[in-house]
């Protein structure tokens, strides 16, 4: 038996005015090429660079959400290597003396299992160019003849990014997609970064190997782990990412498998979308040795200064997602399951603590609200509290809970659609003595019939429930 061993790198671009070292617009996307670009962001002898206090802030932000603990002491080093994304020759990075360590984040699989990753580090850097390669027979201005052109975007060189490393706590597919959303949230939640995927916003790589169980050569609980890593880069949605490493798990199992284990080595392979396979892009061979060393045109600094208090950050932290959603469900009343989802997007928990506030005043029970809100989301966003709550109060689109009523609508619906209700039970699958669901699509229509019927006021979970009960008891 083998077990997947994964660690995350997450990148996100903080949303600040200024670059991270220059005073150059960070708000580039969109913008005309090398147009937001200094002395300092175009690598310009001479020119120097200075801390940009709000992405620290942001940076440090991150790492307090992450649970980690701020650093007493920071400083930045000079990440050495040779490409043409970065014209200073190095990227003015972090890492013997990260900003953030040793934090944790849970995550909730869909059964509601929860799973705690590890956070390594939350550290401060800076973006790169853009490299747009464009080829011959295009025919823009830049080029003329038939030459294949790259052409260099610096817009984008110097803007503030963080990264978060985690510990290789994933032990499949589904965990990475939990947490890099939940970590988009959270950006989101603070405000430091738009983390838009498709704009290159937030950026996901994975490390991923496989290990023997009982190995105990290759053991996770004693730090031990495969004595390789790939590493998935450059890859740009959520779905891919989760494609990708589900293919790299299958591939290197049946290596092991084969007893091929001098096949798997370190390495870096991207995502090939059209043939659905991993490919190899760099290996260990040509790894870099950046030599890192402190960057000497910047001061190291203390978190606990009189420019960055911790406390005074602290402070200024929003309410988090799971803060939020705990206390809809202490002082609200609210279902766990209903404050989830009305706390996914601070605009939308903002819409239903406005309608609960207006609400109070013509006694209409913030479950209601709840229950309206989660049903007609996006349609609520632009329209005017006032106006949803008189509409709600008008056609007293009270959500029906009671369950007497319930039933008889639900004997109703159950009478009327004898050919669904064999499909539904035809599918009842014995496994064992115990009988398990059945069709859920015919339960669906079920329920539908019912929302039908009460004009869409019935409590739809209560109404599964009782349906179920009928169907199956
Ligand atoms: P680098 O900068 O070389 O990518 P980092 O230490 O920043 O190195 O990141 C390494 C990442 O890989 C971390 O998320 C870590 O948890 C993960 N990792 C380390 N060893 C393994 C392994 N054997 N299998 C899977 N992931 C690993
Ligand atoms: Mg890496
Ligand atoms: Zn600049």
Not at 163 to 188: C, H, W
Not at 204 to 219: F, H, I, Q, T, Y
Not at 240 to 245: D, E, Y
Request: with cysteine.
């Amino acid at each position: 038996m083998y077990k997947p061993v994964i660690g995350l790198e997450v990148h996100v671009e903080l949303n600040t005015k200024s670059k991270m070292f220059c005073n150059c617009s960070a708000d580039y996307f969109g913008k005309k090429p090398n147009t937001h670009t200094c002395p300092v962001c175009l690598g310009l002898p001479g020119a120097l660079p200075f801390i940009n206090k709000q992405a620290i802030e942001g940076c440090l932000k991150i790492g307090l959400a992450l649970n980690c603990t701020p650093a007493e002491e920071s400083l930045f080093e000079r990440k050495n290597y040779f490409y043409p994304d970065l014209a200073k020759g190095f990227q003015t990075s972090q890492y013997r003396w990260p900003l953030s360590v040793k934090g944790w984040i849970d995550i909730e699989d869909k059964s509601g299992e929860k799973k705690r990753i590890r956070i390594n580090r939350a550290h401060q850097e800076e973006d790169t160019a853009k490299l747009m390669h464009q080829l011959g027979n295009s025919k823009t201005q830049e080029t003329s003849n038939n030459e294949n052109i790259t052409g260099i975007d610096f817009n984008r060189s110097g803007v503030p990014l963080v990264e978060i490393v985690t510990e290789p706590d994933f032990t499949d597919s589904s965990q990475i997609r939990d947490y890099a959303k939940k970590l988009q949230q959270i950006f989101r939640y603070l405000g430091v970064s738009n983390a838009d995927m498709e704009r290159g916003d937030m950026r996901l790589e994975a490390n991923v190997s496989v290990r023997e169980v009982g190995n105990e050569k290759w053991d996770v609980r004693t730090g031990k782990l495969p004595p390789y890593r790939v590493e998935l880069k450059n890859i740009n949605s959520f779905r891919f990412m989760v494609a990708a490493v589900e293919y790299e798990i299958k591939r290197q199992i049946e290596l092991l498998e084969a007893g091929r284990d001098d096949e798997l080595r370190q390495e870096t392979r991207g995502w090939d979308e059209n043939k659905k396979i991993t490919y190899v892009q760099r290996s260990k061979e040509e790894a870099h040795d950046y030599r890192y060393f402190p960057e000497p045109d910047l001061p190291e600094f203390r978190v606990q200064s009189s420019e960055f208090r911790i406390d005074d950050i602290k402070k200024g932290m929003p309410e988090l997602p799971w803060m939020k959603a705990e206390r809809f469900v202490k002082e609200l009343g609210l279902k766990i399951s209903d404050a989830k989802i009305l706390t996914e997007e601070t605009e939308l928990a903002d819409i239903f603590e406005k309608l609960v506030k207006i609400g109070r005043e013509k006694e209409i029970e913030p479950k209601v609200l709840a229950n309206y809100v989660v049903n007609q989301k996006i349609d609520l966003l632009n329209k005017d509290p006032n106006q949803i709550i008189d509409d709600i109060k008008s056609k007293s689109v009270g959500i029906i809970s009671d369950e007497e009523e319930l039933d008889k609508v639900c004997r109703e619906v159950i009478d009327e659609n004898g050919g669904l209700v064999q499909f539904y039970k035809r599918s009842l699958i014995p496994s064992g003595d115990e009988i398990k669901k059945g069709n859920p699509n015919m339960l669906n229509v079920l329920i539908g019939g019912v929302m039908r019927k009460t004009q869409g006021k019935a409590n739809a979970g209560l109404v599964r429930k009782i349906l179920e009960k009928l169907l199956n008891g």
